[in-house]
């Protein structure tokens, strides 16, 4: 899996991928939609090739496997036709049905739908808090407010749950599609003026939840450092996202 | 199941419904999105009470079994703590899986992936369509070019599939997810200076589709008329929705 570590660009050439029914996962190191898919696979320990586009100046063969250039993607080179799949919500069933260990959404039709729901509450969560955590300078004065109380579900739900995890005592589906955003939420301490952290008693569940999945090893596998995020959002927010620095002294 | 047959508004008592473990289905009567759910009840045959809530001045009780307030929702009354779902997709899925007969998702899970992704693609349809179909006088000039251009993703797709539906010989989840909009189009032909109707050549397989569609039991048990369905967006373009209007004659 000696694939090119870094992220293609427009007026790359197309890469030669191997034909060899290994998945192939096409990403952006620094996107959280992309994340939640790469946590399914290291949950799953699924082989994969990974393969790094550029966003911005995006290269033109990538719109051959994602129509509209969306990442994740996920190509399925061992099924006929070889189709690829997109959107990380309708990849990680696909996936958990098809590597069924450990098994991360319910198996209960209701419980299913209940927790699928609740990920689609997390949205409010990201529109609120997106333009604070990419340092815009636009962003409404409010934002933070309403961030805290679209965040408000999510500890009510824990507390009604009574459980460590959202998934029950091992972590679960919820778990891995909200994590990624934690993961990012410190880069506020680093970039906003007010150095924002999460209130430790409007939050009390929610934060022992965080110190719990960031031992969890997906987690610690798909892992970027507060620092390179903060870094990249900086570099994004000046126009010029730096997105090869997630490779840094890695490459 | 004689409930009121009115748009619930603001201001308006929490309406008393019976305890009888049967379906509470909550909509406005103009709502694609909510006559998904309302094609998946018909199509199942499932037995519901439908309470009509008015979208702009909403009764305060809603929340209580739409958090966010959205159209469509569903209480499952025969559950436990009776909860409320949401999301046109998830409630169609969960109502497939609990009422099997007919089988409108395919069971396999790379197939039911690829529908999914195929329902997502509809979005693009949509909002480029929406200025057009609410005769909004500041819709892009070129909004009828994206709709068709997100629109021949469809034609294509069917004439790969090679099947009279999407779902194959019989109607499916992807026939009925995007139907409620091609009933609606044909406001375009009354509401448009240029009198605008799909080009019969573009969109032939499209078309045939959509005649046969026409046939289907629950679309016509969910049907509206096109001219109440043109009377309503005008109504709603100069800001006065008229909600109720989809029981003209009927109360």
């Not at 189709?83 to 319910?106: M, N």
Request: net charge positive; charged share 25%.
């Amino acid at each position: 899996m000696a694939l090119p570590q870094k992220h293609f660009k427009r007026g790359s050439t197309k890469p030669d991928l191997p034909e060899d029914g290994v998945l192939r996962y096409f990403s952006m190191a620094f996107c959280p939609f992309s994340q939640r898919v790469h946590l399914l696979l290291a949950a799953k320990n699924i082989p994969h090739h990974k393969i790094y586009v550029d966003l911005i100046e995006k290269p033109e063969w990538y719109k051959d496997y994602s129509p509209l250039g969306k990442v994740p993607a996920l190509q399925l080179t061992a099924v006929e036709d070889q189709p690829t799949l997109v959107e990380s919500l309708i990849i990680a069933e696909y996936l958990d049905q098809q590597y069924p260990q450990p098994r991360l959404f319910p198996t209960d039709p209701l419980q299913k739908a209940l927790d699928k729901i609740l990920i689609e509450r997390f949205a409010p969560v990201v529109s609120a808090v997106y333009p604070v955590l990419t340092c815009n300078a636009n962003a409404p004065p409010d934002a933070l407010q309403k961030f805290e109380k679209a965040l408000d579900v999510f500890e009510t739900e824990l507390i009604k749950r009574g459980t460590p995890f959202f998934a029950g005592q091992t972590i679960g589906i919820v778990d891995y599609m909200i994590w990624p955003w934690f993961e990012r939420f410190p880069i506020m301490k680093l970039n906003t003026k007010q150095k924002y952290e999460l209130d430790v008693k409007r939050f009390e569940k929610l934060l022992k939840w965080r110190d719990l999945v960031a031992q969890d090893g997906a987690v610690q596998k798909t892992a970027l450092d507060v620092q390179l995020h903060a870094e990249f959002q900086k570099s994004k927010t000046v126009g010029n996202p730096q997105y090869d620095i997630a490779f840094k002294g890695k490459l």
